[in-house]
T-cell receptor, first 111, second 115 residues
Framework: GEDVEQSLFLSVREGDSSVINCTYTDSSSTYLYWYKQEPGAGLQLLTYIFSNMDMKQDQRLTVLLNKKDKHLSLRIADTQTGDSAIYFCAERGDAGNMLTFGGGTRLMVKP | NAGVTQTPKFQVLKTGQSMTLQCAQDMNHEYMSWYRQDPGMGLRLIHYSVGAGITDQGEVPNGYNVSRSTTEDFPLRLLSAAPSQTSVYFC??????????????FGPGTRLTVT
């Protein structure tokens, strides 16, 4: 099946930028997503990017997509302690109904 | 709106016991899904439904049954629990009109332990 990979853990200092990376294998991916999971809660959609785009910016969030290398990243500018959470990358193939999730990256922000 | 609600929050079962995880949403969403979350493995789709009376299997359906008699409710049944089903279970819903954002609304999760 299709695969989505993420590193498990990232630690940054408050005020620094965070970059969370994701690689995927499905060459037919149409949309790619970033979800955030805070402790004890379900996932919440942060942002998404269409596969024919290279970049999308939304306030402190910047998504970069390298479709050739099948690499997606999420940059959080001026990271705050409230950004501490698990971040999941997900891709949607051209079949439509299902998302494939990565294993999640736990972001820890130190004051 | 309460959004997506799940009960119970926590459950401990013995191997071989059965139980039903409840999921309800009050947003009139047609699409509902069940996922399980295991450490380092992200979310894996168990079953999903695109409307009342319609269900389909996801990536890891074995050992689980679902039904969808109403738009609001989508229960997940474990017929004979096994330790491999120890996990956190999330229910999610979305509207087909969510379009390309594909935004799913997740419940708070049920943490299940099978001993």
């Amino acid at each position: 099946g299709e695969d989505v990979e993420q590193s498990l853990f990232l630690s940054v200092r408050e005020g620094d930028s965070s970059v969370i990376n994701c690689t995927y294998t499905d060459s037919s991916s149409t949309y790619l997503y970033w979800y955030k999971q805070e402790p004890g809660a379900g996932l919440q959609l942060l942002t998404y990017i269409f596969s024919n785009m290279d970049m999308k910016q939304d306030q402190r969030l910047t998504v970069l997509l390298n479709k050739k290398d099948k690499h997606l990243s999420l940059r959080i500018a001026d990271t705050q302690t409230g950004d501490s959470a698990i971040y999941f990358c997900a891709e949607r193939g051209d079949a439509g109904n299902m998302l494939t999730f990565g294993g999640g990256t736990r972001l820890m922000v130190k004051p | 709106n309460a959004g997506v609600t799940q009960t119970p929050k926590f459950q401990v079962l013995k191997t071989g016991q059965s139980m039903t995880l409840q999921c309800a949403q009050d947003m009139n969403h047609e699409y509902m899904s069940w996922y399980r979350q295991d450490p380092g493995m992200g979310l894996r789709l168990i079953h999903y439904s695109v409307g009342a009376g319609i269900t389909d299997q996801g990536e890891v359906p074995n050992g689980y049954n679902v039904s969808r008699s109403t738009t609001e409710d989508f229960p997940l049944r474990l017929l004979s629990a096994a330790p491999s089903q120890t996990s956190v279970y999330f229910c999610a819903s979305r509207s087909p009109q969510a379009g390309v954002s594909y935004e799913q609304y997740f419940g708070p999760g049920t943490r299940l332990t099978v001993t």
